[in-house]
């Protein structure tokens, strides 16, 4: 089973011609729904066919009553601490060319505690898989992934949002480290001042990937490139069943719609995958995300896009 430590909001989504310019006034078409990286990503793990529960705080209000009825619709065990804070909430701006502007409320997100999670330690130990990000508390997720650690539980680390604060002690408690470009360019200038601008990201080339992704982690790196597809580095000791320390997974073709949650649908699947076979071959595992989360992209929204696909439909 996976554990997935994270956040849950409510988005709320407003699709208009233009971003509002400040102090303009417009309309847009207004939809609603939940989100989160956390959720999304236990969605995803989900209805990729792993046994699920999700560690997030969530407020007294109708925000919470949502995560509960949404998880419970899905199958997914909520382990919720409960917050004096309001639920977490997102207000997202897209315009017709699919561009946005995001305003993040964290709320209850932010008071996810390291004593709820040392509350939650059997729970966690008892896990195949943690996945956890960075839109929860630093110190809480780092208590996650230490307590799984210790109990030799496999640890994921989608260290996304980009601009989220994280420590190199951070990143090595993490087995596979899950970076989209802009956040692996960030965490590259952040802890081994490494200047690489995102665009340029997918086009380096793999021995030069690789030793980025070495100086940021003594384990497993997997960077994620969009509609180019993914990059991975392992370290020379800990192939994990692979034959080549790295290589790279071309995208899916797809009916493109809509990206959002992309990531998100990646990291579940990765995870589920992990969970359910944990003595495959790595490649397998990412092949199994690319195909999923490639299918995510061909429906709108971000938890609700994600497709029901185990790996043993995709295989
Ligand atoms: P994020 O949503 O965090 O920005 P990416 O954009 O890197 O993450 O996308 C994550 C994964 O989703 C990619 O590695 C790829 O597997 C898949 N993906 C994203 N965009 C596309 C696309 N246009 N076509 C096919 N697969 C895609």
Redesign the pocket.
């Known amino acids: 089973s996976v554990v997935v430590a994270g956040s849950f909001n409510v988005d709320h989504v407003w699709r208009c011609d233009a971003l509002p310019a400040p102090g303009a006034t417009i309309a847009g078409r207004y939809s609603t729904g939940p989100g989160g990286k956390g959720f999304n990503q236990a969605v995803a793990a989900r209805r990729a066919g792993a046994g699920i529960t999700f560690v997030c705080a969530l407020g007294d209000d109708a925000g919470g009553a949502l995560a509960r009825q949404l998880a419970a619709a899905d199958g997914i065990v909520l382990a919720a601490e409960a917050s004096s804070e309001p639920t977490g909430t997102a207000g997202i701006y897209v315009d017709s060319r699919g561009r946005n502007s995001i305003v993040i409320g964290p709320g209850a997100n932010a008071s996810l505690s390291t004593g709820f999670m040392a509350a939650n330690a059997a729970l966690i130990g008892a896990a195949g898989v943690l996945l956890a990000q960075l839109e929860s508390p630093v110190e809480s997720i780092e208590a996650a992934l230490g307590i799984a650690r210790e109990a030799g539980v496999l640890t994921v680390l989608n260290a996304?949002p980009a601009n989220a604060p994280s420590t190199i002690g951070l990143l090595k408690l993490a087995d596979v480290l899950t970076p989209?470009?802009?956040e692996f360019a960030a965490l590259l200038g952040r802890h081994v001042g490494e200047r690489v601008e995102a665009d340029d990201v997918a086009a380096l080339d793999g021995a030069s990937l690789h030793a980025l992704c070495r100086k940021l982690s003594g384990n497993t790196v997997v960077v994620?490139?969009?509609?180019v597809?993914?990059f991975v580095s392992h370290d020379e000791e800990r192939l994990r069943g692979d034959s080549q320390p790295y290589y790279r997974v071309a995208?899916?073709?797809?009916q493109?719609v809509d990206?959002?949650?992309?990531?998100?649908?990646?990291n579940g699947a990765l995870a589920a995958s992990l969970a359910q076979a944990p003595d495959a071959a790595f490649i397998k595992h990412v092949r199994f995300?690319?195909q999923y989360?490639?299918r995510?992209?061909e429906s709108e929204g971000a938890a609700a896009a994600m497709p029901r696909m185990t790996p043993a439909d995709a295989a």
């Open positions: 996304a989209n470009e802009t994620t490139l969009g509609a597809g993914v995208a899916e073709a797809a493109v990206t959002t949650g992309a990531g998100d649908a990646f995300a690319n989360a490639a995510s992209t």
